[in-house]
């Protein structure tokens, strides 16, 4: 499975940006796959997670994010969607996506639970 991170750039603070990520090599429908970001000196962090359809195709959040951040996948495009709105600086970051077939539901968050990542896209939030 290969994934394909893009969408990033700079961005005003308030702004939206898209992220997708393509993922081909497998099916999207049989995969978790999610969004994390990493800031300079700092951890990679969960942001937002697709579900699989065996986990109900559920979405899940940062607390940070909810109500500002939306995923979602076209399984006919194999492509995972992050829309991010209302934008603040502390949201620059390298943002990554992550996929795995096999993750559970309790470790949808963790990074360690994912195999599968691809390349990062840089978003800047700045004025």
């Known amino acids: 499975v290969q994934l394909q991170a893009s969408g990033g750039g700079l961005v005003q603070p308030g702004g939206s940006l898209r992220l997708s990520c393509a993922v081909s090599?497998?099916?999207?429908?049989?995969?978790?796959v999610a969004w994390f970001r990493q800031a300079p000196g700092m951890d990679r962090t969960f942001v937002a997670v697709?579900?699989?359809?065996?986990?109900?195709?559920?979405?899940y959040y940062a607390d940070s994010m909810k109500g500002r951040f939306s995923v979602s996948k076209d399984n006919a495009r194999n492509t995972v969607y992050l829309q991010m709105n209302s934008l603040r600086p502390e949201d620059t970051a390298v943002y990554y996506c992550?996929?795995?077939?096999?993750?559970?539901?309790?470790?949808?968050?963790?990074?360690?639970?994912?195999?599968?990542w691809g390349q990062g896209t840089q978003v800047t939030v700045s004025s």
């Open positions: 090599g497998g099916t999207l429908s049989t995969y978790a």
């Open positions: 992550a996929a795995d077939p096999s993750v559970i539901l309790s470790n949808l968050k963790s990074r360690t639970a994912y195999d599968y």
């Open positions: 697709a579900a699989s359809a065996r986990h109900g195709n559920r979405s």
